[in-house]
T-cell receptor, first 109, second 116 residues
Framework: RKEVEQDPGPFNVPEGATVAFNCTYS??????FFWYRQDCRKEPKLLMS???SGNEDGRFTAQLNRASQYISLLIRDSKLSDSATYLC??????????FGSGTKLNVKP | DARVTQTPRHKVTEMGQEVTMRCQPI?????VFWYRQTMMQGLELLAY????????DSGMPKDRFSAEMPDATLATLKIQPSEPRDSAVYFC??????????????FGEGSRLTVL
């Protein structure tokens, strides 16, 4: 079993929609969590860290549920430019980082 | 802008040939990672170094893959001999880890390898 599991999608949503992705992790010792964004044929880039209390950055909200071992990403008011693959990441001791396979999002006009 | 530099960007080779990929991490970063990305497996961690010391290469096929960091400005990933199943995009990433650092990984643009 992979350390991090994600629904590969694709999620096809209209502009302006709200969309949410979940990601489950298997190791209860996981210490840090992140969401990365990867555009087609490009490298992954950090979207946001995920804090225990939840955090928000503009239209993006990240949540962590340690009891159920999942993290989530909520995107409000989707834009065409949000179309990408979203990768969840968990890290151990800020030294070793495991990536999920990614969830593909297509935002349609 | 500081960035991670990888070479080559693209490589097509024949089965059995040696392939060497190079990475220049961001100056001042103490941790370097090698990842491999395929459609089937996603991003797999192959190996990583901290302060040039190899910490974990358990994700790497030992019989044909080797990773080294001869100095702070260069990390290498070598495949010998290469096989068609090694076809993938190989990413190098660097980060400043430890202490209060966020652990953000900065990725290079990747080396797209095709083994025929």
């Amino acid at each position: 079993r992979k350390e991090v599991e994600q629904d590969p999608g694709p999620f096809n949503v209209p502009e302006g929609a709200t969309v949410a992705f979940n990601c489950t992790y298997s190791n209860s010792a996981s210490q840090s969590f992140f969401w990365y964004r990867q555009d087609c044929r490009k490298e992954p880039k950090l979207l946001m860290s995920v804090y225990s209390s939840g955090n928000e950055d503009g239209r993006f909200t990240a949540q962590l549920n340690r009891a159920s071992q999942y993290i989530s990403l909520l995107i409000r008011d989707s834009k065409l430019s949000d179309s990408a693959t979203y990768l969840c990441v968990w890290g151990v001791n800020f030294n070793k980082f495991y990536f999920g396979s990614g969830t593909k999002l297509n935002v349609k006009p | 802008d500081a960035r991670v530099t990888q070479t080559p960007r693209h490589k097509v080779t024949e089965m059995g040939q040696e392939v060497t990929m190079r990475c220049q991490p961001i100056l001042g970063h103490n941790t370097v990672f090698w990842y491999r990305q395929t459609m089937m497996q996603g991003l797999e961690l192959l190996a990583y170094f901290r302060n040039r010391a190899p910490l974990d290469d358990s994700g790497m096929p030992k019989d044909r893959f080797s990773a080294e960091m001869p100095d702070a400005t260069l990390a290498t990933l070598k495949i010998q001999p290469s096989e068609p199943r090694d076809s993938a995009v190989y990413f190098c990433a660097s980060a400043q880890t430890g202490g209060a650092n966020t652990g953000e990984l900065f990725f290079g643009e990747g080396s797209r390898l095709t083994v025929l």
